[in-house]
């Protein structure tokens, strides 16, 4: 017995990142793994920490060596998701495990629309680096007296360039742990009925059939 609590102790001492872009049930992955009992550094921790920022400046080291990074097993939201921070974290962390949730990108899309009225979400040049809309912005700061932290980019006649965008994030961090790594990646739909036991599996957790959690709904 004790032999078995000392290996569930080291499980939720091993790092698990969820990867999965934003409005792919991050939120849900964290309330997930707190059910079980897992320290989760969820969005507020990532604010408190300024990680996004610190991610924003290249300043990963300052990330790994907080407090909140140390003590947490499982990571949700930002930071985790932009652009190839998984290769980082792989290479440095290489014991951990990796989530990727998809949708379908069509509904996905319509879900970063209903976040905030068809606005960019959370500061605005973290989400330009993240999809890929920097020389755009730099050149409405340059011309308009626009707000530099929250809120500032349309998203509503650029539905094509954000599924290119979620599509080759996700290609590409499959093709990677496939290279990599194949049995350190979870990778399921968002709608599968079955994600939760499937998860539980990945990560050696007994999750009853019942169970359930979905936050942040798309309205």
Known sequence: MRMVKMFNFMKKKQKIFCISMQRNGTTSVGQFFQFFGYKVADNSVSQKNQWGYLHYLGDFEKIFNS????????????????????????????????????????????????????????????HAKIYRRERELFDIWNNENMDKDM???????????????????????????????????????LEDSSKW????????????????????KSK
């Open 151 to 189: 809120n500032g980019l349309d998203l509503k006649n650029l539905k094509e360039h954000y599924i290119d965008v979620y599509n080759r994030h996700n290609f590409e961090a499959e093709q990677f742990f496939k290279k990599h790594a194949p049995n350190s990646l979870f990778i399921c739909d």
């Open 67 to 126: 407090g909140d990074f140390k003590n947490n097993s499982i990571f949700e939201d930002g930071p985790w998701f932009f652009p190839e921070f998984y290769k980082q974290l792989y290479f440095r962390f290489n014991n951990s495990k990796f989530i990727l949730f998809k949708r379908d990108p069509e509904k996905w899309f319509a879900s970063m629309l209903s976040h905030s009225n068809g606005k960019s979400l959370g500061r605005t040049y973290v």
């Open 197 to 216: 036991i499937n998860l539980g599996r990945f990560c050696g957790i007994s999750v009853p059939e019942s169970f359930d959690v979905h936050v942040n």
